[in-house]
């Protein structure tokens, strides 16, 4: 072959290397672009915030957001930013917090993940949450490895670029970011974030982002008037950071006139047609649909100079139809220890409502202190439940009202759901009440170095010798088998299924022989290790405990089957309990 021949040869092979790397490049920024794939497709961002004071609803409202923006076809991604030092929240207290809500990959994250989660197809990570403890870790991290060239580290830019690195993480793959910045206007936490989402408006301009507030209008009753001047100094504290709203989401308990919202507008510079009343629904899952009527998702896609493409909010308007109609009603107790701040229980309660909603019935839940429960007060506590829900938790606090509710619900033929901890101590009652083994316990309270109580719940080998609280149980999801023609078989309809896990104690295999022995059935195991996941009782008539939180699985349009299951027996104990009245009688 001649030197001119080679060359040209060798030019094709080039230019075909060339092209197959193009290629890859090409799909690899399709990818990236989002779902509509267009190279002139510019990310959108909208920031939430809120102000005058917390659980205003900004969680809600960014959830309902992205339900509104998912039926319009578009690919979202959602995020919240929370302005405590902790590293998460996963060794904060429920009563400080609220639930500490688990995802897939084992993060610990605020409760709002769980809305963002029920409200929309996203399944999320730990990516999703983010504190400032995070962000000065990794800053700090990286100060010591000495990637800031000895340049002096400040809040603006390296707080401030490491917080927008985690949006534009976040933001690979979807159309529009929604970020929730938590904690209150005002709040000396909050400000790093705060001001780099008005970097984010600067870096990406006024068509790619836009601030929704969301702040309160209370009314007095007193003067019986509506009062927007906490909005107003809301507002102008926010101003005062550089970030001019778009858009504000008045809560109220009452209707916010046109008049008020004009006042409102002329003192915050935002047009009224962007003053959107969110009044007190009767249903969270209502929000998305009161946001609808109000034109938000429209103006929004108007506002970002997005195509107005379809919408089909048809399955969520059946699903709340069905729980704003039910033809049944069912109660059920819950047995805990945070029971004076329901936040504790978020996710529990609304699977409890799906599972509800999945048997056309509403429920209605008393949740009882357990540290109040005892053996003289049981029958008239538990006098009007057709159900009791032991859920998870962490201590030796409550734990006796916790025992006699298990041993209530055992006893009376009432069915009976344990979650994590009210799993263990489902167990605990059977080794005590039916095995014979009086001191069973759990070595999470009662560690001894001597053989002074039968440890039915003892550590997981791997936690022995873990001494750090943060991050360390075990956490995420976990693959569990099926024993078949169980109870737990029938209701998931599978061999296998997966399922998120927090917890450090299991179930101690020695005594399982036992347990099997007097009647108590071993229906799930973990896939590749000997850990107990699921306890039930086949005499019973529903009697199932869980050492994972099915809670965080369940959604208001795929209501998790373990709820459905236990509000369907429920109601049927229900019915069996007005035929035995109406005999007696």
Request: one cysteine or more; glycine letters at 8%.
């Amino acid at each position: 072959m001649n030197t001119k021949s080679t060359r040209r040869l060798s030019a094709r092979k080039s230019s075909s290397s060339r092209n197959v790397v193009s290629k890859k490049k090409s799909r690899t920024a399709k990818k990236l672009l989002g779902a509509r794939g267009r190279k002139d497709f510019q990310r959108k961002y909208i920031f939430v915030t809120g102000g005058v004071t917390s659980s205003v609803g900004k969680g809600l409202a960014t959830a309902s957001l992205g339900t509104l923006l998912e039926s319009m076809g578009y690919k979202i991604n959602i995020m919240k930013f929370d302005p405590y030092i902790n590293v998460d929240p996963g060794t904060m207290s429920p009563f400080q917090h609220g639930e500490v809500y688990v995802t897939n990959d084992g993060a610990e994250t605020d409760l709002d993940l769980g809305h963002y989660e029920r409200f929309t197809s996203l399944t999320l990570s730990r990516s999703n949450s983010v504190s400032t403890g995070q962000i000065y870790d990794s800053v700090i991290a990286k100060e010591r490895k000495g990637d800031y060239l000895g340049g002096t580290v400040q809040v603006i830019p390296h707080i401030t670029d490491e917080i927008k690195s985690r949006i534009h993480q976040v933001g690979q793959g979807a159309e529009i970011v929604l970020v929730e910045i938590g904690g209150t206007i005002g709040d000396i936490e909050s400000l790093p974030f705060l001001e780099a989402i008005r970097q984010m408006r600067v870096d990406h301009g006024m068509a790619n982002t836009v601030f929704i507030h969301t702040t309160l209008v209370p009314y007095l009753k007193s003067s019986g008037e509506l009062k927007s001047k906490p909005t107003q100094h809301s507002v102008k504290e926010l101003r005062a950071i550089g970030v001019q709203p778009d858009f504000l989401l008045c809560r109220s308990e009452h209707p916010i006139d046109i008049d008020l919202r004009k006042k409102i507008g002329l003192f915050t510079s935002v047009i009224p047609e962007n003053v959107i009343p969110l009044v007190n629904a009767q249903s969270i899952y209502e929000v998305p649909l009161m946001l609808h009527k109000e034109k938000l998702d429209l103006k929004l896609i108007e506002r970002l100079n997005l195509k107005r493409s379809g919408q089909d909010l048809s399955g969520w308007r059946r699903m709340t139809h069905r729980l704003m109609n039910p033809k049944k009603h069912v109660r059920i107790a819950v047995v805990g220890k945070y029971v004076n701040l329901k936040e504790s229980y978020k996710s529990l309660n609304e699977a409890i409502i799906h599972g509800a909603a999945s048997n056309a019935a509403e429920v209605k839940v008393d949740y009882i202190d357990s540290e109040e429960l005892t053996a003289a007060n049981c029958k008239s506590k538990f006098s009007e439940a057709q159900g009791i829900l032991v859920p998870g938790g962490f201590g030796e606090r409550g734990f006796t009202g916790k025992l006699l509710a298990v041993k209530y619900a055992r006893e009376n033929g009432v069915p009976f759901f344990g979650i994590c901890l009210g799993m263990q101590i489902a167990a605990i009652e059977f080794a005590r009440n039916v095995c014979g083994i009086k001191d069973a316990t759990t070595r999470e309270w009662n560690e001894s170095s001597r053989q002074d109580y039968s440890y039915v719940i003892d550590w997981m080998n791997e936690q022995k010798n873990i001494k750090d609280k943060g991050g360390t149980m075990r956490l995420g999801a976990y693959t569990c088998d099926l024993k078949p023609k169980t109870l737990a078989a029938q209701i998931y309809g599978k061999a296998s299924i997966v399922e998120r896990h927090r917890h450090r104690f299991e179930f101690n295999n020695l005594y399982r022989g036992l347990f099997e022995k007097h009647g108590l059935l071993f229906s799930g195991q973990c896939r590749g290790r000997d850990l107990v996941e699921i306890i039930e009782i086949p005499s019973h008539l529903w009697f199932l405990g869980v050492q994972y939180h099915p809670e965080f699985c369940s959604r208001p349009m795929a209501p998790h089957p373990l709820f459905a299951s236990f509000l369907k027996a429920a109601l049927d104990h229900q019915t069996k309990s007005k035929r035995t009245k109406k005999r007696v009688a």
